[in-house]
C-alpha cells in the first residue's frame, strides 16, 4: 500500500530518488489519465476518450491501452511501446496532494513505500544546504504544468458537454473463439454536430484552439486498430473483428 506524504526539508533531508525507474506501476490499467494539451501528440498511439466517473456525473480524459478491463497492451516485460508517454504516469514516485498545513493549497507528495524512493538511492532531493536540488525542482514544475493540463482538460470537457457535443460509442470485440466482447461507458466527440456548429461557434471555438485537441480526439479512433494489431501480437486468442458503434445511431463504423 502507498505511504503518499507532502515532502518536506526538514523530515526528508536524507531522503534520495532512484536515478532508474519504471512505469510497471500501471501493469493492468486499460486506460490511464491523459490531458487534452496532450491529445495530438497521443493520437499517434492510442485511442483517446471520455469515461465517466461511477459515483459522478463527472468525465475523465482516458488514453486506452487495451481492449478490455485487465489489460495493458502498450507494456509489456516492463518496456514501454508507445511513441509518447502521458504525463500522468510518468511522475511516480511524486503526485499533487493537499498541503495539511496550508488550507485550499496544493503541495508535491512522495511515496515512502515505493521502491524508488530511500536514503541508499542515487539521486539528492534537497542540497546540503537544504535548498532544493535540480531534480526536485524538475518534478515540481512537471507537477505544475500537469496540474495546470488537467484544469484546461477539465475546461475543455466542460465546453464540451455545455454545446452538448459528446457522443456514447460500444466497442464490439470478436475473438477468433467466437467470443464476443462489448467495451461500453465510453464517449467522443460527435462530429456530425461539430459540422452543425454555428459560423460565430466555429469562430470562437477557433480563436481558443480547441479545434486542435477535437479533431484529435476525433481521428485518435483510428488508433483502435494498433490496439488490435498489439493484442493479436501477444496473445493466442486472436481479435477477428471490432466495431465501434455510436450508440443511437443504427450504422456501425468498422476497424
Not at 169 to 197: P, R
Amino acid at each position: 500500500m502507498a505511504n503518499i506524504v507532502p515532502v518536506r526539508q526538514e523530515q526528508h533531508k536524507k531522503l534520495k530518488l532512484a536515478s532508474t525507474r519504471n512505469i510497471s506501476h500501471i501493469k493492468g490499467q486499460h486506460i490511464i489519465p491523459v490531458s487534452a494539451a496532450e491529445y495530438a501528440q497521443s493520437s499517434a498511439s492510442f485511442p483517446i476518450v471520455l469515461v465517466k466517473n461511477p459515483d459522478s456525473e463527472r468525465f475523465r480524459s482516458v488514453a486506452m491501452l487495451g481492449l478490455e478491463a485487465g489489460e495493458n497492451l502498450f507494456l509489456q516485460d516492463d518496456k514501454w511501446s508507445g511513441l509518447s508517454m502521458p504525463q500522468s504516469i510518468s511522475m511516480v514516485p511524486f503526485s499533487l496532494g493537499v498541503d495539511p498545513d496550508k488550507e485550499n493549497t496544493l503541495t508535491t507528495c512522495i511515496d515512502l513505500d515505493s521502491p524508488f524512493v530511500g536514503e541508499e538511492k542515487e539521486l539528492t532531493l534537497f542540497e546540503d544546504d537544504g535548498k532544493d536540488s535540480e531534480v526536485y525542482a524538475n518534478v515540481q514544475q512537471a507537477l505544475g504544468r500537469l496540474f495546470d493540463n488537467e484544469r484546461m482538460t477539465e475546461s475543455f470537457i466542460k465546453e464540451l458537454q455545455e454545446n452538448d457535443l459528446l457522443q456514447e460509442l460500444e466497442l464490439n470485440v470478436t475473438l477468433s473463439t467466437g467470443e464476443k466482447k462489448k467495451l461500453v461507458g465510453i464517449f467522443t466527440i460527435n462530429e456530425d454536430k461539430i459540422k452543425a456548429l454555428s459560423d460565430d461557434k466555429v469562430l470562437d471555438f477557433h480563436k481558443r484552439g480547441l479545434f486542435v485537441p477535437i479533431y484529435s480526439m476525433l481521428g485518435s479512433l483510428t488508433q483502435v486498430n494498433h490496439l488490435v494489431q498489439l493484442r493479436n501480437r501477444v496473445s493466442e486468442t486472436k481479435v477477428t473483428g471490432v466495431q465501434i458503434v455510436p450508440l443511437g445511431v443504427e450504422t456501425a463504423k468498422e476497424s
